[in-house]
Nanobody, 123 residues
């Protein structure tokens, strides 16, 4: 059973910081990628950040220079450090896990999402 559990969300004032965590379990010996997405009220879910297979980090233009992604492979956990938060960063933040290759009965590209953690930034 693949699970992802996000935590660390909350309410902060603009300029503040939060650190999100995403812990995953199930089939962790298989190859997979994890990333962060967010969804603001009334808007579509959008990409925030990810770490590629070669370790390179990608960020949405809107968060570059303010957010930092990292991961602890021993803990199967990915983090998103968010600094200089803006009101427009408000939304539900989701963690996504995608399997790169066959993993038992899971096909390449099998995708799982967490339940999300709410981030609210006030002015």
């Amino acid at each position: 059973q693949v699970q992802l559990v996000e935590s660390g969300g909350g309410s902060v004032q603009a300029g503040g910081s939060l650190r999100l965590s995403c812990a995953t379990s199930g089939y962790t010996d298989c190859s997979y990628d994890m990333s962060w997405y967010r969804q603001a009220p009334g808007k579509e879910r959008e990409f925030v950040s990810s770490i590629d297979n070669d370790g390179s980090k990608r960020y949405a233009d809107s968060v570059k220079g303010r957010f930092t992604i990292s991961q602890d492979n021993a803990k199967n956990t990915q983090y998103l450090q968010m600094n200089s938060l803006k009101v427009e960063d408000t939304g539900m933040y989701y963690c996504k896990r995608v399997f790169r290759s066959w993993c038992w009965t899971l096909r390449p590209g099998a995708t799982y999402w967490g339940q999300g953690t709410q981030v609210t930034v006030s002015s």
